[in-house]
């Protein structure tokens, strides 16, 4: 069935896309990017996000303090600041420019052209938000990882380790890059099946066998 395969693939294109979009928001927001266990007193764990830091003690007591200015935040900190809302929004407009597109939805039915651009631009929009996902979650990544092995700083001190959310946000990046590619790729226009080949009419002459009728005899085989 030619074009049957498109249906699914969108259908889990945009599961994926959605669960991306959501990751990334609670990536965004979750002060889980960074944790330090402090040497000296291992019952507080401290988590830093892109808008606070959180202190949870073993009572189960978590006290969270924002940053006190954007501009004295690593360079890091604010650029995934302005990127990951900017995933957010782009995951958000992907969605829904997709969601127009698919093969389910009501409207623009008949215009099939406009659905498959709606497609296309909704894969291409999802692929931006995933590469502004990966970005800085990679970055803040590579930067944890060299001030962990830093050797100017003495072994005495604290150093902080991976958090869940960077792990979240490479899921969420990863999700949405292959939503968005499983939506573009289903915006391909279904091959026509081949039109079946025209049989022309036997002419006189194929009745006849292939001979040329004299004109003395064409009265006999009328």
């Known amino acids: 069935m030619a074009g049957g395969w498109r249906a699914p693939a969108q259908a889990g294109g945009m599961v994926l896309a959605l669960l991306g979009w ?15 266990n402090l040497d000296l007193n291992e ?17 189960g007591v978590v006290e969270c303090r924002p940053h006190g200015s954007f501009l004295a935040l690593p360079p890091e900190l604010r650029v995934s600041r302005l990127l990951m809302c900017l995933s957010n929004g782009l995951g958000l407009l992907g969605c829904g420019l997709a969601a127009a597109g698919m093969e389910g939805w ?9 659905k498959r651009r709606l497609l296309l631009a909704g894969g291409a929009v999802l692929g931006a938000a995933a590469v502004a996902t990966l970005a800085p979650v990679s970055w803040v990544a590579y930067n944890t990882v060299l001030d962990f092995w830093d050797d100017t700083v003495p072994d005495i001190v604290p150093r902080w380790e991976f958090g869940e959310a960077t792990f979240l946000g490479w899921f969420a990046g990863a999700f949405l890059a292959a939503g968005g590619l499983l939506l573009a790729c289903s915006a391909r226009p279904a091959v026509p099946p081949p039109a079946p080949a025209c049989r022309q009419p036997p002419s006189p002459r194929d009745l006849a066998g292939g001979h040329h009728l004299h004109p003395k005899n064409a009265d006999l085989v009328i």
């Open 22 to 36: 959501v990751s990334s928001c609670v990536t965004t927001f979750v002060p889980l990017w960074k944790s330090l």
């Open 43 to 59: 019952l507080e764990v401290w988590s830093m996000g892109l808008w606070q830091v959180c202190i949870a003690q073993e009572e």
């Open 106 to 114: 009501t409207p623009c039915r008949d215009r099939p052209g406009l």
